[in-house]
């Protein structure tokens, strides 16, 4: 406890604390200023808070590689909602865990969405420019590489030609901005499927994604993997959705919760989307 407590016959302000501890007030801020400056700002990352089963072990993967930058990626604090574009609360709250992932203040980031950007960003942190390339729902690939030269594309209809040299250049992060909102407004599920690679379970990994295209469609994403000496494989799944919402870690209904085991049947039940279990897939190296 705090208390304030002026002194008589004069102006200096005292700050008085419950273990007797006093500091002038003059004094006392120029003690607290640098002292708060080098307080340390915890960010808890997914593998950090989540502990695999007991019996379980995490894999670990080459440190440059996707994989390990999901399992290191941030998540915002214990308890957080999960929330929507414009603030409010998701009305359907099937969480454990929300990353910290900004949202635009529109109705942007969707489920592809998301999954594109947290690859674009892995790719945009290791400065290889010239593997950020995603298609739109036209089948036009629209690589970052043009967008850094000044590019842009033009939009008319279901019609898109690039124009080049009309707009600021760089790989700054104003251009990379511009170029993940474009990828936003014009790719969703069918484009972001076309570019992804079949994959069988056995071979899962953080990074890939069950994935059904369509209008509407979803994706999730596997975000980290442990196994136990037997070979039996638990993963986790993060998700953004309609409307355009935090990516978050999904729970589900078994003991592992929210550690998934690999589907047996022929579908696999998520919180929010069942998916055929084949409708597995990964990023092309």
């Known amino acids: 406890m705090v208390r304030r407590i002026y002194q008589a016959g004069g102006n200096s302000l005292k700050l008085e604390f419950g273990l007797k501890f006093n500091l002038d007030f003059r004094c006392g801020i120029c003690f607290l200023i640098p002292f708060l400056l080098v307080l340390p700002i915890f960010s808890e990352s997914i593998q950090e ?20 930058y999901l399992q290191n990626f941030p998540l915002k604090p214990k308890g957080s909602p999960v929330l929507l574009y414009n603030g409010s609360k ?6 454990e865990a929300v990353l910290d992932f900004p949202l635009l203040k529109s109705d942007l980031i969707q489920c592809a969405d998301a999954v594109m950007k947290l690859r674009a960003e892995y ?8 593997k950020i390339t995603f298609s739109i729902s036209n089948g036009m690939l629209v690589p970052f590489s043009r967008f850094a030269k000044g590019d842009r594309v033009v939009v008319k209809g279901n019609k898109t030609t690039w124009k080049e040299g009309i707009a600021k250049k760089g790989t700054n992060r104003e251009v990379f901005e511009t170029y993940l909102q474009f990828i936003y407004s014009y790719a969703g599920t069918i484009s972001l499927k076309s570019e992804l690679k079949k994959k069988q379970l056995q071979d899962l990994e953080p990074g890939d994604v069950w994935i059904q295209a369509g209008s509407p469609g979803h994706v999730v994403m596997v975000v980290d993997k442990a196994q136990s000496k037997d ?24 003991t592992y919760s929210p550690w998934f085991a690999l589907p047996q049947g022929e579908f696999f ?13 990964g990023f092309r190296k």
């Not at 808070?49 to 390990?68: A, C, D, I, Q, V």
């Open 231 to 254: 070979g039996n494989t638990l993963f986790l799944l993060a998700q953004s959705y309609m409307p355009s919402q935090e990516m978050h870690i999904l729970k589900n209904d078994t």
């Open 269 to 281: 039940p998520t919180p929010e989307w069942e998916f055929m279990t084949n409708a597995f897939y």
């Open 123 to 130: 790719l945009y942190s290791r400065k290889e420019w010239g």
């Open 49 to 68: 808070r989540f502990t695999p089963p007991n019996g379980y072990s995490r894999l670990t993967y080459p440190k440059e590689s996707f994989s390990t």
């Open 90 to 95: 998701k009305q359907n709250q099937v969480h």
